[in-house]
């Protein structure tokens, strides 16, 4: 019977949070394959200095797009770029804006 119950308590612990992860928001004329989301996304995780995870993908192209990354909360990392598909292969192709949210108060 214990077999039974740790099995169960897997099934419970990844739905909690396997939906803590969600998936970014997709926009713009123009939709990606999913090969190429992936793609951004692990281009987006190698780069330590993007703040994770992607929250919205802009497509203004078959080869272009917006991307907007971190957290959006108080004290949170969030950073603004464009990528372009360049020789078959995503790339960053502008500076990382990186800010810091902060809330003023009245």
Not at 55 to 81: K, N
Request: proline content about 7%; charged content about 25%.
């Amino acid at each position: 019977m214990p077999r039974v119950r740790f099995a169960v308590d897997c099934v419970c612990i990844s739905l909690t949070y396997g939906g803590c992860s969600s998936a970014p928001v997709i926009e713009g004329k123009y939709r990606l394959p999913d090969s190429d989301i992936r793609e951004i996304t692990a281009l987006v995780t190698q780069r330590t200095d993007i703040p994770k995870p992607i929250l919205r993908i802009v497509v203004s192209g078959p080869d272009h797009a917006w991307l907007e990354t971190g957290r959006e909360a108080p004290g949170a990392l969030y950073s603004s770029f464009y990528v372009a598909k360049r020789h078959g292969r995503w790339k960053v192709a502008s500076d990382v804006n990186t800010m810091r949210i902060t809330v003023m108060g009245q």
